[in-house]
């Protein structure tokens, strides 16, 4: 087990909410606004610890109302542990490239906000944890490390130079927590539902009929096309009808054969039917990344490296939040090379952090690859 995963564990073990960094970078590449409520589970904390990275803990509420005092320098911390030497000995401290963390709890727990001589983090923020390492080069380490089996303390906003203004609003700020927690949520579903309607979008384009004679083929693979999106059970009536109105609108130029009642009651017993779920949906995409833009930091490597770059931009885009499969038989079929070539092509996605392996395939081909796209043009 490698020191960073052994760490976030540790983390994770008293009740902090842990993320992924990049090595040796501060900014988070994850969408980690949910991790502001929901801690990660076990096993997403060994994916993204299972090779070299930063690990971040996220402050406030999720991590039972961790607070982290961040001194910008070494003078400013040293002023306030000779003003408060009794927690200055006390307190688990971090030594950051400039200056030091010095982690707490408050009850109830602010948000974070500047103090002039650097910022206490609480809600809506996270700080790089032992043994990250900063982009300068520094190692974040422990120089007053946790006593085992300890409780954090809790501390008072005047032991971290607190106004008395800052003391009034801390009931404000709670309630704006809440607030924002409910926003998020909201937001969160939302999102969720834009996910839904763009693979609602491609099960229908990928089901068109090219030529007659297909109208109840294409009908069953919609169906189950629909059935990978909703693995959990059906969609209502009502979703299902519309998706076959907007199925029939664009099919109906092609169908001659039968009435819209007539292939309506063939969708809905399809729907009805189908166990298997359809939901290869690599070759739709491969037309999308041909006919868009190429992400424009692929294009220098050449035009199937672009294509390539594009196909993987689409699979995000069609799964929203969510990660995606691609196997390099597939990538390489798509782009006209071998599956190896393709393999090394999305390894250097990897390597230039255009990509990150979410979870790795198996050998021989038994299991894909799952991946986020991770650039900053979707």
Excluded at 256 to 271: E, G, N, P, Y
Excluded at 350 to 374: D, N
């Amino acid at each position: 087990m490698n020191d960073v995963l052994s760490s976030a564990i540790e983390f994770a073990s008293r009740g902090w909410s842990v993320i992924p960094i990049p090595r040796k970078k501060k900014e988070a590449k994850i969408k980690w606004s949910k991790y502001q409520c929901d801690r990660a589970t076990t096993g997403d904390i060994g994916r993204w610890f299972a090779k070299p990275r930063n690990v971040a803990i996220v402050c406030g509420d999720v991590s039972g109302g961790l607070v982290v005092r961040d001194f910008d320098d070494s003078k400013s911390y040293r002023k306030w542990s000779s003003d408060h030497p009794e927690l200055a000995t006390r307190l688990p401290t971090v030594a950051t490239a400039r200056g030091f963390h010095v982690y707490a709890r408050m009850d109830p727990c602010p948000r974070t906000r500047d103090l002039g001589d650097g910022e206490l983090r609480g809600n809506g923020s996270y700080v790089l944890a032992p043994p990250s390492i900063h982009p300068s080069g520094a190692e974040y380490h422990w120089v007053v490390p946790f006593e085992e089996n300890s409780v954090l303390p809790i501390v008072s906003p005047s032991d971290f130079n607190f106004t008395e203004e800052d003391r009034s609003r801390t009931e404000e700020i709670q309630k704006r927590t809440e607030e924002d927690r409910g926003l998020q949520k909201k937001t969160e579903a939302i999102n969720q539902t834009a996910d839904v309607e763009r693979r609602y979008e491609l099960a229908i384009d990928a089901s068109l009929p090219s030529r007659e004679g297909q109208r109840h083929k294409c009908l069953f693979n919609l169906a189950r096309r629909i059935l990978a999106i909703h693995r959990d059970g059906l969609p209502r009536i009502e979703t299902r009808k519309r998706l076959f109105d907007a199925w029939w609108a664009k099919s109906l130029p092609i169908i001659q054969t039968k009435d819209k009642a007539t292939s309506l009651l063939d969708f809905l017993t399809a729907m009805g039917r189908v166990k298997t779920p359809l939901d290869d949906i690599v070759p739709e995409c491969v037309i999308r990344a041909k006919a868009n833009p190429r992400p424009d930091w692929s294009i220098e490597y050449g035009e199937r490296v672009a294509i390539l770059a594009g196909l993987c931009r689409e699979l995000q885009r069609v799964h929203g939040s969510e990660t995606f499969f691609v196997a390099c038989r597939k990538a390489g079929a798509a782009i006209g090379v071998s599956h190896t070539v393709a393999a090394q092509y999305l390894k250097l996605f990897v390597e230039i952090q255009k990509l990150t392996v979410i979870e790795p395939g198996k050998p021989g081909g038994t299991k894909a690859t799952r991946y986020r796209y991770i650039a900053n043009d979707l």
